[in-house]
């Protein structure tokens, strides 16, 4: 366990690392992307207000000196108040976390729910019709583009069969179509993973062994194969986690959804640097986080990773 | 053992190594020949657009927002109708292909160069080059890339050249890490030991014996970052951050047709149904070549 102890601490520091390269890279880009100080005032103001406000946020420092005034407040916890919301950047952000939260839970529960179930059937049902119906729909789920995806349920859910509406946020009927969308790419690779997986699994020989002393089908595939074949579905679910957050900046542009990604397009066009640094941040540190549960979940149930790893 | 014993051992390794793959050929299925014809004849499109499109810039106001026609109210054919300046839809697709391919086929260049040659030199040599390029690795993996390529679009403002080196530098990841892992597992065979005891150059073995071991791979990451950079323009297009109108692009007829999706659902889902079988034809022929030419990166 010691050796695990101590992979897991290497990947804690790389993981630090990482995070501190996100927010310089994040903080030059962003930096360099325009002044918003036009954007703040009306237009007729006068220069010497530009430049007081200019002095106020501190951006009329050199950039190596902002830089450093920035890392020292984000050390302290502070990532600066926003300039177009007038308050804390990190409390704007975190008060639009809930709505992806939200957003993100449902789409990752309908995947799990509907993917694990049919990729064991199509693996137990091998070149069956609905194996190959299967399949061929995860195709589609995989290569479609997010975008147009959403686009189409709105056409035919809200606008042709008036089941849903087509954007914002509200009771259940405005999480399910947004759900659906970002869902879709992880749902069918949970499907595709989870069918190779078992199959693997059921070439073993201690699956022929059980077969061989008598255990019945159900027992088979329930205990014998699920337990074993659970390593890989997990990655590639903890890993589809991940891509959600990334998923969900188009998701809920399309559905005007409140959320964190749709608060972060919108500040990279207001400029509103200190909102975009937080938000990056939030979703940097929860991708991070999903990265070593899993690594340490991985670890727990397999004690191969274990040895290999460390 | 004598220096010819040794080149003997070599050349039985390395040749064992290239040759292993040709024990796999099958015959190619039909529906993966029609998927390379599909892009075949989407580059051909592309290419000889002026001949058969119609202008995709200029509209007829007598003819906006009109169905799929072959008869439209100004006298010329709509086959998938016009958008609301009047601009024939499937003309601007065809111009639009120009887009997807170029951006598609130019990225996956720079991606696949760039991030080719880090994974093999991080993988031959190890050491802190590796740590450092391994870290921004992980780094850029850590948060949505949409959101850095819409920053750094922001600051380098949106064009076509932009475009193609932000959708490029998305990919390279994938191809460092993949190469790496490759040049590392070939790099611990004794063949490579050998060559450098008998004074052969590292960039000679990279080129003579490590290049063509992992060109197969190199192929299939290929063959399926092709798709998603394709994907990736289209998405940048939709928000407005990529080829800017009135240039046709997939991504931005989408997004134009938007508005309109009650009354004229045609402008965005024609172009998006195109974006989508060829996102669905490129990755499918890149699964297919992943099982053919390497089946240690089956799974996902």
Redesign the interface.
């Known amino acids: 366990m010691h050796g695990f102890g101590a992979f897991l601490a290497y990947r804690l520091f790389?993981?630090l690392?990482?995070?501190w390269?996100?927010s310089t890279?994040?903080f030059v880009?962003?930096r360099?992307?325009?002044d918003p100080v036009p954007l703040l005032l009306p237009p007729d103001a006068p220069v010497a207000e530009m430049e007081r406000v200019r002095h106020d946020l501190g951006l009329d420092r050199p950039l190596a000196v902002q830089y450093a005034v920035f890392v020292g407040n984000v050390l302290r916890g502070n990532f600066g108040r926003s300039i177009h919301f007038r308050q804390p950047a990190m409390e704007v952000a975190l008060s639009y976390l809930p709505a992806t939260f939200e957003l993100g839970l449902a789409a990752f529960l309908i995947a799990v729910v509907v993917a694990f179930p049919i990729g064991v059937f199509s693996a137990v049902r091998r070149n069956s019709p609905l194996d190959h119906a299967a399949m061929g729909l995860a195709?589609?789920g995989?290569?479609?583009?997010?975008?147009?995806l959403g686009?189409?349920f709105?056409?035919v859910f809200s606008?042709r069969l008036d089941l849903f509406p087509t954007s914002g946020r509200g009771d259940w009927r405005y999480l399910v179509l947004p759900a659906l969308t970002l869902g879709a790419f992880a749902m069918a690779?949970i499907a595709?993973?989870t069918r190779?997986a078992v199959l693997e699994v059921q070439r073993a020989d201690y699956i022929r062994t059980a077969r061989a002393k008598g255990v019945g089908e159900f027992m088979v595939i329930a205990k014998h194969t699920l337990k074993n074949a659970a390593l890989?579905i997990l990655t590639?679910t903890g890993l589809q986690f991940g891509t959600l957050?990334?998923g969900?900046?188009?998701t809920e542009?399309v559905f005007s959804w409140p959320g964190m990604?749709r608060l972060?397009?919108q500040s990279?066009?207001n400029r509103d640097y200190p909102v975009?640094q937080s938000?990056?941040f939030i979703?940097?540190v929860l991708?991070?986080f999903i990265n070593l549960v899993l690594d340490a979940l991985y670890g727990a149930l397999d004690p191969r990773a274990r040895a290999a790893r460390s | 053992m004598s220096r010819p014993a040794v080149a003997v051992a070599t050349l039985g390794a390395t040749r064992g190594l290239t040759t292993q793959h040709a024990t796999h050929r099958r015959r190619v299925p039909w529906s993966i020949l029609a998927a390379c014809g599909f892009v075949a004849a989407l580059a051909m499109l592309a290419a000889a657009a002026p001949y058969l499109a119609q202008n995709p810039e200029r509209g007829s106001l007598r003819a906006r927002l009109e169905a799929p026609t072959l008869q439209g109210a100004d006298g010329r054919a709509h086959p998938l109708g016009t958008d609301h300046l009047g601009r024939d839809v499937l003309s601007r697709i065809i111009y639009g292909t120009r887009v997807s391919l170029t951006v598609g086929f130019a990225a996956v260049a720079i991606g696949g160069l760039v991030g080719g040659a880090l994974g093999l030199i991080v993988g031959f040599y190890g050491g802190w080059v590796d740590e450092v390029i391994m870290t921004v690795a992980d780094a850029q993996l850590a948060f949505p890339f949409i959101l850095l390529a819409i920053g750094i679009i922001a600051v380098l403002g949106p064009s076509f050249r932009n475009l193609i080196i932000v959708v490029g530098l998305s990919g390279w990841v994938t191809y460092a890490r993949v190469l790496r892992s490759q040049v590392l597992s070939i790099r611990r065979r004794e063949f490579v030991d050998a060559i450098i005891a008998l004074g052969g150059s590292v960039p000679r073995i990279i080129v003579r014996h490590i290049l063509p071991n992992v060109a197969s791979t190199f192929m299939v990451i290929a063959t399926l970052e092709l798709a998603r950079a394709i994907v990736l323009e289209a998405t940048l297009s939709f928000l407005g951050l990529g080829i800017q109108p009135p240039t046709p692009s997939w991504g931005g007829m989408i997004h134009e047709g938007r508005d309109y999706l009650d009354s004229a659902w045609w402008i965005s889902v024609f172009p998006g149904a195109v974006l989508m079988l060829t996102s669905l034809v490129v990755s499918r022929t890149g699964d297919w070549l992943r099982d053919v030419l390497d089946p240690t990166l089956r799974g996902g």
């Open positions: 790389r993981t690392i990482a995070l390269l996100v890279v994040v880009v962003i360099l992307s325009g195709l589609i995989q290569s479609a583009p997010t975008f147009f686009i189409l709105i056409l606008l690779s595709r993973i190779s890989p590639i957050l990334g969900a900046v188009v542009t990604g972060a397009i990279i066009y975009v938000t990056v979703a940097a991708f991070i």
